[in-house]
């Protein structure tokens, strides 16, 4: 069983790490991603004149918002399973059954972490469905 935990841990641990540079790439797009992005648009805007949108401006800001958002929400699953990791691989090769147990709370926080962001997310969708068929609904009402 501890070669097993150990394992786990070991991939945890490169799973945590790539996630972290994940982490930073998302942050780096969010903050010049939509920088860029919101200069190619305004310059659309100039080269276009018939594109007469000021909301095309916002855009970029909310693709770095929005990126940054998920940075954020991926950030925490990836310290809990990097302290799970971390402290399973310690706490195996002391032979310490505290730092053994803080491991699997880590892994414990990660689980719920990601059960509510789900429950969460698919609440979304719902509300997006509902809304969608309300809209659908009310559209074809109106023709």
């Avoid at 097993?4 to 841990?9: H, K, S």
């Avoid at 693709?63 to 950030?75: E, H, M, P, R």
């Avoid at 971390?86 to 990660?110: A, H, I, P, W, Y």
Wanted: proline letters at 1%; aromatic letters at 16%; hydrophobic letters at 55%.
């Amino acid at each position: 069983m501890m070669n097993f935990l150990y394992a786990t841990a070991k991939w945890g641990k490169f799973l945590a790490i790539v996630g972290f540079v994940g982490v930073g790439i998302m942050v780096l797009i969010g903050l010049f991603g939509g920088s860029i992005m919101g200069a190619a648009m305004s310059t659309a805007m100039e080269a276009d004149e018939s594109i007469n949108n000021p909301m095309l401006g916002s855009m970029g800001f909310l693709f770095g918002f929005f990126y940054l958002l998920i940075a954020v929400l991926y950030f925490f699953p990836v310290l809990y399973l990097y302290k799970f990791s971390t402290k399973m691989q310690d706490g195996l090769r002391s032979k310490d059954e505290m730092t053994v147990e803080s491991s699997f709370e880590n892994l414990k926080s990660l689980f719920k972490f990601m059960g509510i962001l789900t429950v969460v997310i698919l609440g979304f969708y719902a509300l997006i469905i509902v809304f969608g068929v309300g809209a659908f609904g009310v559209a074809s009402m109106l023709k």
